[in-house]
């Protein structure tokens, strides 16, 4: 057992000449492979300026679901017909190159492990890693052109050989709790900056005008703007 899993982890085998793949063919679970079961695929040829790449791990995000859910009408895969051109979902992935074409050599070896930053553009166009193009619920694929030389560089992202395949292809769905929880948000006034005040004429809001910007830094310029009532709807604003 301990060679089998050094052959994989060296990706030192030699590679089949099929595949097992997700194909949705539409919406809904049944258009989501053949009668319950991944597809048979051939193993994909790459050129001189791609990669073949391994699956290793794949996380199911919610939004795997509203695109087997949605099929044809998800707004990342409108125009397109996925009873013709089925898609590969799969965005949390871990993948490991195993075939480098000639161009690449010197920048990628077989072995070398990567995640995807999925939200990829590439001349302006969204083309999004399991959307517009194949995912990561293939055992293989082909990175191409768009991930290596997209509009931000390459959307491939190197990890660590001792990092475990699962772990890695946690990544992408942590980064987005990070993004929405671990968020820094400045607490007070922007020294120097523009501030808008807003409020009732009352006293309340007077007090408020005359003591919050002082205690909190002085903006370089402030805009206040006092109703003489509690509401613009008194004042004729629509609602």
């Keep these: 057992m301990e060679d089998i899993l050094e052959q994989y982890q060296a990706s030192s085998y030699p590679l089949p000449d099929r595949l097992l793949a997700w194909l949705l063919f539409g919406a809904g679970l049944d258009s989501f492979g053949r009668d319950g079961r991944p597809v048979t695929l051939p ?23 509203k695109l087997i859910t949605q099929g044809n009408t998800h707004p990342r895969i409108q125009g397109r017909d996925l009873a013709v051109d089925p898609v590969i979902p799969g965005h949390e992935v871990s993948l490991t190159v195993v075939g480098v074409g000639e161009n690449l050599r010197g920048s990628f070896k077989v072995g070398d492990r990567f995640i995807v930053q999925a939200d990829i553009y590439y001349k302006g166009v969204n083309l999004a890693y399991g959307y517009a193009l194949r995912g990561g619920l293939a055992q293989y694929g082909v990175v191409g052109e768009k991930i290596l030389h997209g509009d931000e560089g390459c959307y491939l992202l190197p990890i660590h050989s001792h990092i475990g395949y699962a772990e890695a292809a946690l990544t992408e769905p942590w980064a987005c709790v990070e993004a929405s929880y671990g968020v820094s948000l400045r607490s007070g006034l922007k020294a120097g900056g523009l501030t808008w005040i807003l409020g009732g004429g009352n006293q309340t809001g007077s007090q408020m005008v005359k003591e919050s910007p002082m205690r909190r830094g002085a903006p370089r310029c402030m805009k206040i703007v006092l109703f003489s009532r509690e509401s613009p709807m008194h004042r004729g604003a629509p609602r």
């Design 43 to 65: 193993l994909p040829s790459y050129g001189p300026d791609e990669l073949l790449v391994r699956s290793d791990a794949v996380g199911l995000c919610y939004s795997d679901i």
